[in-house]
């Protein structure tokens, strides 16, 4: 499941993400960013993840489809999460994207918003 967060404000969306991610869901979300881009120019992003959640393989192509089509367009992607990996997901994508991607422990979102927020 992924619901947005009342903490969106413009092009700074914010979502949580618990247990499993349809394609169904994931083709809202994509859809939402898509306008959210056309509106701003730009997006940024804090994902709070409550565990490591589970995505149907064809959510996941979706995904990486978008963030090719849309890569110069995320200008930051806060990853709030207490889970091991995910540390070192963010550090790959920042890596190999132009996306600026940091990974905040769960005690630490509202330094993250405050990351995603500034500049």
């Given at each position: 499941?992924?619901?947005?967060?009342?903490?969106?404000?413009?092009?700074?969306?914010?979502?949580?993400?618990?247990?499993?991610?349809?394609?169904?869901?994931?083709?809202?979300?994509?859809?939402?960013?898509?306008?959210?881009?056309?509106?701003?120019?730009?997006?940024?992003?804090?994902?709070?993840?409550?565990?490591?959640?589970?995505?149907?393989?064809?959510?996941?192509?979706?995904?990486?489809?978008?963030?090719?089509?849309?890569?110069?367009?995320?200008?930051?992607?806060?990853?709030?999460?207490?889970?091991?990996?995910?540390?070192?997901?963010g550090k790959f994508a920042d890596k190999l994207t132009s996306i600026n991607v940091?990974?905040?422990?769960?005690?630490?979102?509202?330094?993250?918003?405050?990351?995603?927020?500034?500049?």
């Amino acid at each position: 499941m992924i619901r947005k967060l009342e903490t969106s404000h413009e092009n700074i969306l914010e979502y949580e993400v618990i247990d499993k991610l349809t394609e169904e869901e994931n083709e809202q979300v994509l859809d939402e960013v898509r306008q959210y881009i056309r509106k701003y120019g730009k997006v940024r992003f804090l994902v709070r993840l409550k565990d490591m959640p589970h995505t149907e393989l064809s959510a996941i192509d979706d995904r990486l489809k978008f963030a090719k089509e849309h890569m110069s367009q995320i200008e930051k992607y806060a990853l709030v999460t207490d889970y091991d990996a995910a540390e070192y997901i963010g550090k790959f994508a920042d890596k190999l994207t132009s996306i600026n991607v940091r990974q905040f422990a769960k005690d630490e979102e509202e330094m993250a918003r405050s990351w995603v927020r500034e500049g």
